[in-house]
């Protein structure tokens, strides 16, 4: 295809029109020597020029332009501009056209982001030229030459110097009508195609109107500009009618041939690999990250906080929190937490971000959740192990020990420990203890996931731990005592939100960094600490410290949720799909690899492995957004029931479930399942239906769970898939009571026979996640 020769090009100074071999030079007579010797001729005539028989000019948007448009996996699509075909008043016109190949080699596209459309319509030149892609061929501007234009299309240059004068000043001169002829002499030496349609001059001239109105054209918000959109489409249409019809149709049908031809074999291959990307995905890595001391710990002042708080102690064994829906007990547990800040302030400036300080000028704020009393009685009477429930620990001279003894830990051995300045950690107390229990239990359902508790007791004068990190979010509860805490944040994104706990730094490792808190926390007061902050704290000289640390979030993120679903869509796609089946390509080892090396089969990486893996990854994620999203939160779901702990019961609960209360195993007060008999969950989340197909499903609870994390095997039963709209029933009216009258009467469950709903209840009831209360 023709290039332009620069050493023939229309920069003649000479004004000597180009020679060719096949045209001899063109002599230019004085017109005034013609009128003169009587020679003048009319101005028809003497401007009249015989048409060239030489090739003209080919435009180079029309030489590069595309066939076809291929996205990163070599999957052949059509761009729409827009939208459809718009219903106008006398008929159908295509507002929003299909943007050929044809229509981008004939109208160059210019974008232009002016601040002001208005101000863009009124001034032609002034407007920006943007270098953005439109069907892989634009033009940009040379910085260092304003007379030249290049163009790019599909990564080739091309060079071309501006026909159009967008200066008012200059546009009212003439134009040198030689400098067009010397253009229209200038051939290809490797020949041209004398098929190839041919542009008139003019088309390579571009008018700055045609410009503003293509801009417009892009910015279709603007009333005004979408007015001058519909001119311009409308003078596209006058100019495409003027163009021969026989010419446009053979490149037409030329074209769709082509094309129709590639896409078949395209398609056949990879039709089915595209992949639709979630919009979510154009935000998820664009969060800033504050690093270090640039962010701020929020702190309650004791005088705000004393005012809101009621004097009286909080008593954990007459289940304070308790509503009817589990949920609202927990959502009060929590604020109870962290009052004086409500619960959604939490959540939206504070949770996995934010360093949270409560002081409160309540020394009994906590009542009796914990004390030294109480950890010495559970010393006494349960039997405690080293490793597994304590751990004794000291912290001198920036060095961290552990003097973990073996077997049993006894309360005069803990004393010594105490003695000697090493703080003594409780790592599970909610085993062992029905207060922190209860706390820890009931936020299980506010957090979602498993909630534990460690607590530490520290002599005076002494610290215990080296600055570190967690793998989970604590709440740190001072019930005794005082203690001065240090806390940094993350110095990088690298080190946000950490999934396993950190190592001991020593204080050199901490110089130079400036904590976003500093400060002494005393008994009634809070500090939530984030997963990833890095904290060490000391004691009083004079005064012990005894913390309730309750923490949550452990393992329990969207790296853990994609760990469990991945492998599972890995599985699924391989049954489906037998090309996931096939082997890998021969000679993979001599295509790439991770040491920069002379690999024989390099240029065979792309083709036959990573397109191939790009596809498969391609259906992965449609498998996973299209079908396996929802039963990747019964993975969870089924996961928390594994792990988290039982529900800590009321007596009257007891009473009304399986468990029982002060049972007479001979009396004859059964629990009959009649018409009036009332029946309700236990809690919103200590079950879950789950299905194994789709005419088989179980039931995972935790009523069964060991207080001991993971203390037991994981709770499954079977249940009848006839069951399933009875069990439907009972989980959208919680926490109302429903009567067995109102669940074999309602229309979710009129597909079912009254004996297989009976029988549905009854297994609930059985398995111990259903409330039962009799008639009077």
């Known amino acids: ?160 110097e501006k026909t159009v004068i967008l200066d008012e000043e200059v546009e009212d001169e003439e ?78 049908d030329e074209e769709r041939g ?15 690999e595209e992949s639709v990307v979630s919009e979510m995905d154009a935000d998820s890595d664009d969060e800033g990250f504050i690093a270090g001391k640039d962010r701020e710990a929020h702190v309650i002042s004791k005088d705000k906080a004393a005012r809101t708080f009621a004097a009286k102690p909080v008593d954990f064994d007459a289940f304070p929190f308790n509503d009817q829906d589990s949920v609202v007990t927990a959502s009060r547990a929590f604020g109870f937490m962290v009052s004086p800040c409500d619960v959604q302030t939490f959540f939206d400036k504070f949770y996995q971000s934010n360093v949270l300080v409560v002081h409160r000028k309540t020394p009994a704020y906590y009542g009796n959740l914990f004390s030294t009393t109480r950890f010495s009685e559970l010393l006494e009477k349960h039997y405690l192990e080293y490793n597994m429930n304590i751990n004794i620990a000291q912290y001198k001279d920036g060095i961290r020990t552990t003097l973990n003894g073996k077997g049993r830990v006894y309360p005069q051995i803990v004393k010594q420990h105490l003695h000697n300045l090493c703080s003594v950690q409780l790592v599970n107390p909610q085993t062992f203890d029905d ?63 950490p999934l396993e706990s950190s190592g001991n730094f020593t204080e050199d490792d901490m110089k130079g960094k400036e904590p976003v808190f500093e400060g002494w926390i005393e008994q009634g007061d809070m500090i939530y600490i984030p997963r990833g902050y890095t904290h060490q704290a000391r004691t009083d000289k004079k005064v012990h410290s005894l913390h309730v640390t309750v923490s949550t979030g452990r393992q329990w993120s969207f790296a853990n949720l994609m760990e469990k679903v ?80 039982p529900p800590i019961l009321t007596d009257k609960e007891k009473k009304r479930s399986v468990i029982g209360l002060s049972t007479n195993l001979l009396g004859d007060d059964l629990i009959d399942f009649c018409a009036n008999t009332k029946v309700k969950f236990i809690r919103k989340h200590t079950q879950r239906l789950l299905m194994e197909s789709e005419d088989s499903c179980f ?13 037991r095997p994981e709770t499954l039963v079977d249940f009848p898939s006839t069951g399933i709209d009875t069990y439907r029933v009972l989980w959208n009216a919680y926490p109302e009571w429903r009567t067995l009258d109102e669940i074999f009467s309602c229309r979710e469950t009129k597909s079912n026979t009254r004996k297989e709903k009976l029988a549905a209840i009854q297994i609930l009831f059985q398995m111990g996640v259903l409330l039962v209360k009799n008639p009077k």
């Open 175 to 252: 134009i040198d009508e030689e400098e067009f002829e010397d253009e229209e002499e200038v051939e290809d030496e490797e020949g041209m195609d004398e098929d190839e349609t041919e542009i008139d001059e003019s088309e390579m001239i571009v008018d700055p109107k045609d410009i503003e109105r293509y801009i417009e054209f892009e910015d279709v918000d603007d009333e005004d500009e979408m007015e001058d959109e519909e001119e311009f489409e409308d003078e596209e249409e006058v100019e495409d009618e003027e163009v021969d019809d026989e010419e446009e149709e053979e490149v037409a």
């Open 435 to 497: 207060r922190i229990w209860y706390l820890c239990e009931i936020l299980q359902e506010q957090f979602g996931c498993f909630v534990g508790a460690n607590t530490y007791l520290t002599p005076a004068g002494s610290s215990g731990f080296a600055p570190h990190w967690d793998e989970i979010d604590a709440f740190l509860l001072q019930v005794e005592g005082r203690k001065y805490w240090r806390v940094w944040a993350p110095e990088s994104a690298e080190e946000e939100l």
């Open 566 to 645: 991945i492998p599972e869509a890995v599985g699924a796609l391989t049954e489906e799909r037998h090309k996931l089946r096939r082997g890998l390509p021969i000679g993979l080892f001599d295509m790439g690899g991770v040491v920069d090396l002379d690999y024989s089969q390099e240029e065979h990486f792309t083709e036959k492995f990573k397109i191939v893996v790009d596809r498969h990854m391609s259906r992965l994620r449609n498998l996973v957004a299209d079908h396996l999203l929802d039963s990747s939160v019964d993975s969870m779901t089924k996961e928390f029931m594994k792990q988290a702990l």
């Open 1 to 160: 295809m023709g290039k332009k020769n620069k050493s023939n090009g229309g920069g003649n100074t000479n004004n000597t029109p180009t020679k060719t071999p096949s045209k001899p030079p063109v002599k230019f007579n004085d017109k005034w020597a013609s009128i003169e010797n009587g020679e003048a001729k009319s101005a028809s005539v003497s401007h009249y020029k015989e048409p060239s028989k030489e090739p003209k000019f080919v435009h180079p948007a029309k030489l590069a332009k595309e066939k076809k448009i291929f996205d990163g996996l070599d999957i052949p699509e059509r761009v729409l501009a827009h939208g459809k075909v718009v219903e106008q008043n006398g008929g159908k016109k295509r507002r929003h056209r299909e943007i050929s190949p044809k229509m981008e080699a004939k109208k160059p596209k210019v974008e232009s982001k002016s601040k002001d459309g208005v101000a863009a319509k009124k001034a032609h030149k002034h407007f920006t030229v943007s270098s953005e892609v439109v069907q892989s061929t634009y033009f940009f501007e040379e910085p260092d030459n304003g007379n030249e234009v290049t163009l790019v299309s599909n990564g080739k240059e091309t060079t071309i």
């Open 258 to 272: 082509e094309e129709q031809e590639d896409e078949q074999e395209e398609e056949e291959e990879v039709s089915d």
């Open 699 to 711: 039931i995972s609870h935790r009523m069964n769970n060991s207080r001991l994390f993971e203390g």
